[in-house]
């Protein structure tokens, strides 16, 4: 079954699962799997994703204030990306993780700050891995394209999503699949290029879970007034994402009514320098 079918995680205890995907649905599936006591857990993945290896749980590792204080002090992406990518690498040593680590170099314009899972980085040695691929399900065995045979109750796909547009009568919406062939479609991150008034959210918007609410309740004001005509969201796709803050720099350029030209940079830059980490970011 895919991740989003797991209705019930009860379902893991007792059981020999096969976990398959490297990103953020097969981590959560992995943790699962741990606390539900699965009596094995094997990992097949091709790839992995880059993650924040840590030993706090989930909801309190993916904290962003420090980044949102340096794209506020004017600290360039490329700098952020090495200060980074520094400490992604030693926390990736630290816990013993190198066999995980990501091919290339972390880059804030096109990957994802990823909270590590600390029950599954703390289980890491009992683990079976296997980097390869899924061919054939058979009879309750799994066939991996290594050559690599085992036995399996259960098959977990944390392979993300796709999205399915067939219900627009427009072909370049609905052959769309993933979010990234929807951002090329959108002006201003938001704006589709083949539908009039449809605005897209998630496309270019490349949060975490704790913070994605605050960056879309910033997206649908500035939709907002622009449907209003406060606001102009031009036909110009942009190229990569816009994490946190420099949500707030992109969308002032083009929404003076939310972000008046004296003001805006000063109090985004006070919010990000001086509101306290304990409390959650104030929503427009």
Not at 248 to 258: G, S, V
């Amino acid at each position: 079954m895919h991740s989003s079918a797991l209705h019930d995680p009860g379902a893991l205890t007792g059981r020999d699962v096969v976990v398959v995907g490297g990103g953020a649905s097969a981590f959560d599936l992995l943790e699962l799997c741990l606390q539900y006591e699965a009596r094995k857990v094997v990992w097949v993945y091709r790839s992995v994703k880059w993650m924040v290896p840590t030993r706090k749980p989930k909801h309190l590792a993916g904290d962003l204030r420090g980044l949102s204080k340096n794209q506020m002090l004017g600290v360039s992406v490329d700098q952020m990306n090495e200060d980074i990518n520094a400490d992604l690498r030693g926390r990736y040593e630290k816990f013993g993780l190198l066999d995980l680590l990501p091919q290339g170099n972390f880059d804030l314009r096109c990957h994802q700050l990823i909270p590590g899972r600390c029950g599954m980085i703390a289980n890491f040695a009992g683990i079976e891995r296997h980097r390869s691929e899924i061919v054939r399900l058979s009879d309750g065995t799994v066939q991996l394209a290594s050559g690599a045979g085992f036995g399996a109750d259960l098959v977990l796909w944390g392979t993300g999503y796709e999205v399915d547009l067939g219900y627009f009568d427009l072909p370049a919406l609905a052959q769309n699949r993933h979010a990234t062939a929807l951002a090329a479609r959108c002006g201003s991150l938001f704006r589709s290029l083949d539908a009039a008034n449809l605005f897209l959210l998630a496309p270019s918007l490349m949060e975490t879970t704790s913070t994605s609410p605050w960056a879309y309740a910033h997206a649908c004001r500035t939709i907002m007034s622009h449907i209003c005509g406060k606001a102009e969201l031009t036909c110009e796709p942009v190229v990569g994402h816009r994490n946190y803050f420099e949500l707030a720099k992109f969308l002032a350029t083009c929404d003076p009514e939310n972000y008046p030209p004296d003001t805006w940079f000063a109090y985004y830059r006070d919010l990000a320098l001086k509101h306290p980490d304990g409390r959650p970011m104030p929503f427009p």
